[in-house]
């Protein structure tokens, strides 16, 4: 009588083992994903990998002995692809390699473009402040000039002996652009309101509000404002800005909305500038003013109103509401 033929732990540990290494083929192909950026966590897997098939080829020649010839056949082609696909793995490396070192040359050419298009932005601030400044000399002059005109001719009876005129001190000293729009990088806009925070887990979104319409992060440019934000590099901080070139009286409010995250408050700071043109400069200082979470202002009830402004020619008024 043929007899039973003992299944050994031995045996069954075997299997485990192969159905890992198919588990882990499955995982490399079809789960992991193959970019550029997770090369390194493939080039890892495959390593694993190799030690794996080296395991298995030495167990698979222990138990050889313990196995049927159908079943021999059967884990001997299993191995056979197993070692197959990872020969596919080590030529997808390669391409993926490959790829690697192509996208880091492209990656150097496009920060040297962005470092000559920074470079072009900053020469062109700064032409554009340098004509604002010869513009505004030259109004000067011309307004004196009419001033002259206007002045009654001397008369014949006048003796008085000519009196030495004296330089303008105007003209030999160009006035320069007001330190205000510094934070701009050498932009100086005629009105500004900025916030800043230090958390950068936290998302804040500032509104000027004019009747019933926003500019913020959604409405972006304005007929009485343009949003926007200044490169990390030069103000790592989180913040947000809403300025106006050239100023646009009127009556408005300041709102500042917790986006992120809900259900707790946080704190900012930040200023009001104005600076027309020909006016003294004037700063109001928002400094540590604490929010909850709310719905956006543009809903009833939503976001908090900071402060109520008014923008003349001559005159800013700001009533800063939330402390």
Do not use: C
Not at 36 to 54: A, C, P, S, T, Y
Not at 232 to 238: E, L, S
């Amino acid at each position: 009588m043929r007899q039973k033929k003992e299944v050994t732990p031995f045996s069954i540990a075997f299997l485990d083992l192969l159905s890992s290494a198919l588990a882990a083929v499955i995982i490399l192909f079809v789960i992991v994903p193959k970019t550029d950026v997770q090369i390194d966590v493939f080039i890892d897997e495959l390593d694993l990998f190799r030690g794996e098939m080296e395991l298995l080829d030495s167990l698979f020649a222990d138990v050889t002995e313990h196995l049927t010839p159908e079943e021999l056949l059967a884990w001997s082609t299993l191995i056979t692809k197993l070692k197959q696909s990872s020969v596919e793995m080590e030529n997808q490396m390669d391409i993926l390699s490959k790829r690697l070192e192509e996208t880091k040359v492209s990656n150097e050419s496009l920060e040297q473009r962005l470092e000559q298009a920074e470079r072009n932005l900053r020469e062109v601030m700064e032409e554009n402040r340098t004509l604002r400044t010869a513009q505004a000399s030259l109004q000067r002059r011309v307004e004196r000039s009419q001033e002259r005109e206007e002045k009654p001719a001397e008369t014949a009876t006048d003796r008085s002996p000519p009196v030495a005129q004296q330089p303008d001190p105007v003209q030999e000293q160009p006035p320069q652009p007001s330190p205000l729009g510094d934070f701009l990088l050498g932009m100086n806009p005629e009105f500004a309101v900025m916030i800043n925070w230090e958390d950068q887990s936290h998302s804040l979104d500032l509104y000027l509000k004019s009747g019933n319409r926003f500019t913020d992060n959604h409405n972006r440019n304005t007929s009485f404002g343009r949003w926007m934000r200044i490169p990390r590099r030069y103000n790592p901080n989180p913040h947000q800005v809403i300025i106006q070139n050239e100023l646009v009286p009127g009556e408005y409010e300041v709102y500042v909305h917790l986006f992120r995250p809900r259900d707790i408050t946080t704190t900012f700071n930040g200023f009001i500038a104005w600076q027309p043109e020909g006016q003294t400069p004037r700063m109001v200082q928002l400094e540590n003013i604490e929010i909850p979470s709310t719905p956006p202002p543009y809903r009833d009830g939503g976001g908090v109103l900071i402060g109520n402004l008014t923008l003349t020619e001559t005159t800013m008024e700001f009533n800063q509401i939330h402390q």
